[in-house]
């Protein structure tokens, strides 16, 4: 079985990643940067970030070595030339938006991926709040037929860390609108600041890791409005810097949920599968129910990007 030993991409950037939170800290601070931090919220981001990269040496090997046993059945061998790398980070970057976009549609996922979505503030130490608990959601069979293709499970996971690496310097307020060509193409800082907030606009909007584009085809692109602000944190913020919270408590109320008494075994099923918000008796919000509620309270906002057309009027 082929084996391939690349450099740690996220690993090697950690320095920088260090580097660069220090710096727009003092930016912010000094007053010479939009932008808030809060000591104990950046420190849960920390922890957060540092549990991740534990979970990923105790749990990663799993779904490498479950990739690895799939490559034996490759349709072709792709290699490793230029070309294999770009088409790799490429196909990846789309691969990205479709788990991206099922983990804020699908509460099992919404359950790993929505500590990262739970700091009510928007600075680079957000990027590293990131999950503990993303190998329980199997979303790595999205890799599989990348695998199948002729991608070795090596290849893929080396132009992931350059994505990981972009994904990074779009969490901060530091950084304006930049050139049209350039938010054309790819996600930035004001792409990334939409899809972290909670304003009914904004719900379910901006999947993209690297390239903007496949919002952009795909209908869940929405532009960062200056009489809108981002609002951050989520629906129902948690009230909470302790980090075991923050990690765990979708999947504790998930399954709450799930096992509650007196529900059918399709309410159960559908509290797993059904999108954040989803309840048997239509009790709770989901993000489209938000969405109808604003447009309702702000008829002239009905049909702009992110928003449905007003309740009995008919879609263009």
Do not use: C
Not at 285 to 310: C, F, H, I, Q, W
Request: hydrophobic share 45%; aromatic share 16%; proline share 5%.
């Amino acid at each position: 079985m082929d084996s391939y030993n690349f450099p740690q991409v996220t690993q090697l950037a950690i320095p920088f990643f260090v580097a660069a939170i220090l710096v727009e800290l003092w930016l912010v601070r000094t007053g010479r940067a939009k932008g808030s931090f809060e000591t104990r919220d950046t420190l849960t981001s920390l922890m957060m970030g540092t549990g991740n990269v534990v979970a990923g040496l105790l749990l990663g090997v799993v779904s490498y070595w479950a990739l690895l046993w799939l490559w034996q059945f490759r349709v072709f061998n792709l290699g490793l030339s230029v070309w294999v790398f770009l088409a790799a980070f490429l196909l990846d970057d789309l691969r990205y938006y479709i788990y991206h976009r099922i983990a804020h549609r699908v509460r099992w996922v919404w359950a790993e991926h929505v500590n990262h979505h739970s700091s009510q503030h928007y600075n680079l130490s957000t990027a590293l709040r990131q999950s503990w608990t993303g190998l329980f959601t199997f979303m790595f069979v999205l890799q599989a037929p990348l695998v199948l293709l002729g991608f070795h499970p090596a290849v893929i996971a080396f132009t992931f860390g350059f994505n990981l690496v972009w994904q990074f310097w779009i969490h901060t307020e530091t950084i304006g609108k930049m050139w049209t060509w350039f938010e054309f193409v790819f996600n930035t800082p004001s792409h990334h600041r939409v899809h972290h907030a909670t304003n009914p606009r904004y719900l379910d909007a901006n999947y993209a890791g690297t390239l903007i584009i496949w919002d952009r085809l795909f209908g869940t692109f929405v532009e960062e409005l200056e009489e809108d602000r981002p609002r951050y944190g989520i629906v129902k913020n948690l009230g909470t810097f302790n980090p075991l919270k923050v990690a765990f408590h979708e999947w504790i109320g998930m399954f709450r949920d799930a096992f509650a008494p007196g529900l059918t075994l399709s309410d159960r099923l559908n509290y797993l599968i059904k999108p954040p918000g989803w309840s048997h008796d239509g009790s709770r919000e989901t993000s489209e129910s938000l969405k109808a509620g604003y447009v309702s309270r702000n008829p002239d906002e009905a049909g702009k990007p992110g928003l449905p057309m007003a309740a009995g009027e008919p879609a263009e």
